[in-house]
């Protein structure tokens, strides 16, 4: 039965669709959206308020967001449990590509769980509290404080877990062409390959770069209380 799930013609192709619309639509107007950080802090924190106050906005995250992803990343694990594993017909980029995608899969989905859990349990969930988040200076909530783990992998999960991310989108664009019949000939499937590159380079530039300048943000907050704190 799970065979004949992983294969149906049907959930294939939603599956597909639903990696680039809506999950990878909201992704890139996340990042942009996030990016308003690295000049105007006060837009940022404008931004997550608004968000936050949307009407029925709890409704708009099952329909945008919870049923897609779940959807997501339910079928794409059936695909990765029942499928025949065929990598090895690939050669060369080609065969990493198809492990990346899977393993990049799995990530993102950590990241993104962890990223729509702290969104709604932190209450003060704004510029200040994100950049000292990625300085180091918050651990992650309801983890244990292990050393190099929490709070030193907030930054690093972030990493991570955006690469990841862009990564399993922007690459995801070639299978979702191939599966709904966009691509048929090789030089259009290389041309969609090269704009999965230079998507993936955009996006998590953009993306690192936000976080970057969160993190430093971050330091030069604690820094000036640590001299606050010497003066007294």
Same mark, same amino acid.
């Given at each position: 039965?799970?065979?004949? !799930?992983?294969?149906?013609?049907?959930?294939?192709? $939603?599956? #597909?669709?639903?990696?680039? /619309?809506?999950?990878?639509?909201?992704?890139?107007?996340?990042?942009?959206?996030?990016?308003?950080?690295?000049?105007?802090?006060?837009?940022?924190?404008? $931004?997550?308020?608004?968000?936050?106050?949307?009407?029925? /906005?709890?409704?708009?995250?099952?329909? /945008? @967001?919870?049923?897609?992803?779940?959807?997501? &990343?339910?079928?794409?694990? @059936?695909?990765?449990?029942?499928?025949?594993?065929?990598?090895?017909? %690939?050669?060369?980029?080609?065969?990493?590509?198809?492990? $990346?995608?899977?393993?990049?899969?799995?990530?993102?989905?950590?990241?993104? &769980?962890?990223?729509?859990?702290?969104?709604? =349990? /932190?209450?003060? $969930?704004?510029? *200040?509290?994100?950049?000292?988040?990625? &300085?180091?200076?918050? #651990?992650?909530?309801? !983890?244990?404080?292990?050393?190099?783990? *929490?709070?030193? #992998?907030?930054?690093?999960?972030?990493?991570?877990? !955006?690469?990841?991310?862009? %990564?399993?989108?922007?690459?995801?664009?070639?299978?979702?062409?191939?599966?709904?019949? =966009?691509?048929?000939?090789?030089?259009?499937?290389?041309?969609?390959?090269?704009?999965?590159?230079?998507?993936?380079?955009?996006?998590?530039?953009?993306?690192?770069?936000?976080?970057?300048?969160?993190?430093?943000?971050?330091?030069?907050?604690? &820094?000036?209380?640590?001299?606050?704190?010497?003066?007294?």
């Amino acid at each position: 039965m799970l065979k004949n !799930l992983q294969s149906n013609f049907l959930l294939r192709r $939603l599956h #597909s669709l639903s990696g680039i /619309v809506p999950i990878g639509g909201f992704l890139v107007f996340h990042l942009l959206a996030n990016a308003t950080a690295i000049d105007h802090p006060e837009n940022y924190n404008t $931004l997550i308020n608004f968000l936050r106050q949307l009407p029925f /906005v709890e409704y708009i995250e099952w329909l /945008v @967001l919870y049923i897609p992803i779940g959807f997501h &990343a339910l079928y794409g694990v @059936l695909i990765y449990t029942t499928a025949k594993p065929n990598h090895m017909q %690939y050669s060369g980029l080609e065969n990493y590509r198809y492990i $990346l995608q899977r393993i990049t899969g799995f990530v993102a989905l950590a990241y993104i &769980a962890y990223h729509i859990w702290q969104f709604k =349990i /932190v209450e003060n $969930l704004d510029y *200040n509290y994100i950049a000292r988040a990625m &300085a180091g200076d918050q #651990s992650i909530p309801g !983890l244990p404080l292990v050393p190099f783990i *929490n709070p030193f #992998s907030v930054y690093w999960f972030y990493i991570i877990g !955006l690469t990841s991310i862009t %990564y399993h989108f922007a690459n995801g664009l070639f299978g979702f062409c191939i599966t709904w019949g =966009i691509t048929v000939g090789k030089k259009s499937q290389q041309l969609v390959t090269q704009i999965g590159l230079v998507l993936f380079i955009l996006l998590t530039y953009v993306g690192v770069e936000t976080i970057n300048h969160l993190a430093d943000a971050g330091k030069a907050m604690i &820094a000036a209380e640590a001299k606050v704190e010497a003066a007294e």
